[in-house]
């Protein structure tokens, strides 16, 4: 498993926050602080799947049956979603990252989690220099399937960009 050094930071503030009950104000217990940084992890696999284009290894970390719904197309399966990263980020250099993740409604077996989503094309060829960031808010069901933390729902509301709008539609 691959961790930055800002996820690994982030996720020993995070533990030791919550261990202390200093994060989000609430109660917490050990079993939610494992919980929490279950689903931190798994946030964050998702990002390193989608660099690293390994789209066969989403069947760890996403239902099967999972929905997605965009601001401007919803679809359903794991499937569909292997098959569409395939083709939106063919030939396309990104990074993705989720930031000021919340978790909340925890049970033993679902919790919600929102984030900011920030997803960073590069470009190459005619478009080498350039780049473009994306901008928004994700709101994820997760559920515990097989033992494993995966997310079932995800949510992505449009936010805004900057930078060249080619690179996200183009093979730049």
């Not at 929905?67 to 993705?96: G, M, Q």
């Not at 928004?136 to 069901?141: E, H, K, M, N, T």
Request: hydrophobic residues 35%; negative net charge; proline residues 2%.
């Amino acid at each position: 498993m691959r961790f930055s050094v800002p996820s690994f930071l982030g996720l020993s503030c995070l533990s030791l926050l919550a261990s202390t009950g200093l994060a989000w104000g609430l109660p917490t217990s050990n079993s939610n602080t494992d919980v929490i940084v279950e689903i931190y992890q798994l946030i964050n696999n998702y990002s390193i799947i989608l660099d690293d284009k390994t789209y066969s290894d989403l069947s760890q970390i996403i239902t099967d049956d999972a929905v997605f719904v965009l601001p401007t197309l919803t679809y359903s399966t794991r499937a569909t979603a292997e098959s569409r990263y395939e083709s939106e980020f063919e030939n396309k250099t990104t990074l993705h990252t989720v930031q000021n993740l919340f978790v909340s409604n925890i049970t033993p077996t679902t919790a919600n989690v929102t984030g900011d989503g920030v997803t960073t094309y590069f470009g190459s060829g005619n478009y080498s220099g350039q780049s473009l960031v994306q901008w928004s808010r994700i709101y994820y069901v997760v559920i515990k399937d097989d033992g494993s933390w995966k997310i079932n729902h995800t949510t992505v509301e449009a936010g805004h960009s900057y930078g060249n709008s080619a690179l996200s539609s183009t093979s730049a």
